[in-house]
């Protein structure tokens, strides 16, 4: 009974690879291959977008306290001038 299992199963083998796919399988196959890759370079961006608005947001948030701190007198013009000339100089570099 092995022996027959065997033989059947490289008879098998042998079909499939004799199997060819229409030109029209083909035409499908390779539209359904640039869906997914399509659809995985827009998540890669969608992700890519909100990494950077959040780097930016941090960045206002940051300058934002330090405005804050600057107009109660906590913190000194010279500081709050760098402190906005570091958070510019990060912002355009993203």
């Keep these: 009974m092995r022996i027959n299992a065997d033989l059947l199963n490289n008879n098998y083998d042998d079909r499939l ?4 796919l229409s030109t029209s399988v083909i035409e ?4 359904i291959l640039e869906d997914i890759n399509v659809s ?3 998540n890669r961006y969608l992700h890519d977008r909100k ?3 959040n780097q930016l947001e941090e960045q206002q948030l940051v ?5 804050k701190l600057f107009v109660i007198d906590k913190l000194k013009f010279d ?6 000339i570091e958070c510019r100089a ?5």
Excluded: Y
């Design 17 to 20: 690879q004799e199997l060819r």
């Design 28 to 31: 499908l196959v390779g539209l």
């Design 40 to 42: 995985a370079q827009k």
């Design 51 to 53: 990494l950077l608005v």
């Design 63 to 67: 300058l934002s306290k330090a405005r």
């Design 79 to 84: 500081d709050f001038k760098e402190l906005k």
């Design 90 to 94: 990060i912002c355009n570099g993203l």
